[in-house]
């Protein structure tokens, strides 16, 4: 197997798969982890860019940096660093729709397609599936999308610095990646050009424990 550039990948819960986001190819590529069989799920088979949505192959991605499978499994969401979206991959059906961003380079809060995002990178899903991250590294931020509501807000993060405290006080230059912790308390930012690792406190974490089949 080939890949090209590949820039995230996320392991399956029952760890029988991986997703890797295939940056340069515009692909989101599958490898069974017991054979090592990899093999295209959803992008252009000959790696064209676009925001196309639709079943498999017949979406397009444009430059995918971060992919993520939601803790039941159903969908995964990719960040796009060459649209500035993020996008959804329901993993039953391979159906890719549009999840939050315009197509043009922003910091505009608001719901779906009324948001704007500035090179998102990492995204990570909270334990209980209520609420996304993502590592919007030309903003310098850390933007929260609510699942339910697909509203995007500033989670952390103002402009361009390196400063600690709470919510818009902090200071970041160029977060890339972003995961929350397994019982929903804490998140670690990778704060690339400050060449440190954050830490956000999450004051109100999940009071219940997803099941994993």
Same mark, same amino acid.
């Given at each position: 197997?080939?890949?090209?550039?590949?820039?995230? !990948?996320?392991?399956?819960?029952?760890?029988?798969?991986?997703? =890797? $986001?295939?940056?340069? &190819?515009? @692909?989101?590529?599958?490898?069974?982890? *017991?054979?090592?069989?990899?093999?295209? %799920?959803?992008?252009?088979?000959?790696?064209? /860019?676009?925001? /196309?949505?639709?079943?498999? *192959?017949?979406? +397009?991605?444009? @430059?995918?940096?971060?992919?993520?499978?939601?803790?039941?499994?159903?969908? $995964?969401? !990719? *960040?796009?660093?060459? #649209?500035? +979206?993020?996008?959804?991959?329901?993993?039953?059906?391979? +159906?890719?729709?549009?999840?939050?961003? $315009?197509? /043009?380079?922003?910091? $505009?809060?608001?719901?779906?397609?009324?948001?704007?995002?500035? #090179?998102?990178?990492? %995204?990570? %899903?909270?334990?209980?599936?209520?609420?996304?991250?993502?590592?919007?590294?030309? &903003? &310098?931020?850390?933007?929260?999308?609510?699942?339910?509501?697909?509203?995007?807000? =500033?989670?952390?993060?103002?402009? @361009?610095?390196? !400063?600690?405290?709470?919510?818009?006080?902090?200071?970041?230059?160029?977060?890339?990646?972003?995961?929350?912790?397994?019982?929903?308390?804490?998140?670690? =930012? &990778?704060?690339?050009?400050?060449?440190?690792?954050?830490?956000?406190? %999450?004051?109100?974490?999940?009071? #219940?424990?997803? /099941?994993?089949?």
């Amino acid at each position: 197997a080939l890949f090209n550039n590949p820039t995230s !990948v996320d392991i399956s819960f029952d760890a029988s798969y991986c997703l =890797v $986001a295939d940056y340069s &190819n515009h @692909q989101i590529r599958k490898i069974i982890l *017991s054979t090592a069989s990899v093999s295209l %799920i959803a992008g252009d088979p000959n790696k064209a /860019t676009g925001t /196309t949505n639709g079943i498999g *192959s017949n979406a +397009q991605f444009n @430059q995918p940096l971060g992919v993520v499978i939601s803790p039941d499994q159903s969908y $995964a969401l !990719v *960040s796009e660093d060459g #649209s500035n +979206q993020v996008r959804k991959l329901i993993l039953s059906t391979l +159906q890719v729709s549009l999840l939050a961003g $315009a197509a /043009t380079a922003g910091a $505009a809060n608001g719901i779906g397609s009324n948001a704007m995002f500035n #090179s998102p990178f990492g %995204i990570t %899903i909270s334990p209980d599936g209520g609420y996304a991250l993502v590592g919007d590294m030309n &903003n &310098n931020q850390v933007r929260q999308i609510i699942l339910s509501t697909l509203q995007v807000s =500033v989670f952390a993060g103002s402009s @361009q610095g390196n !400063v600690n405290g709470v919510g818009t006080n902090v200071k970041f230059y160029n977060p890339t990646g972003v995961s929350i912790s397994f019982d929903g308390s804490f998140a670690l =930012v &990778n704060d690339r050009l400050n060449h440190e690792i954050k830490k956000i406190q %999450i004051l109100t974490p999940p009071t #219940s424990t997803p /099941t994993f089949t």
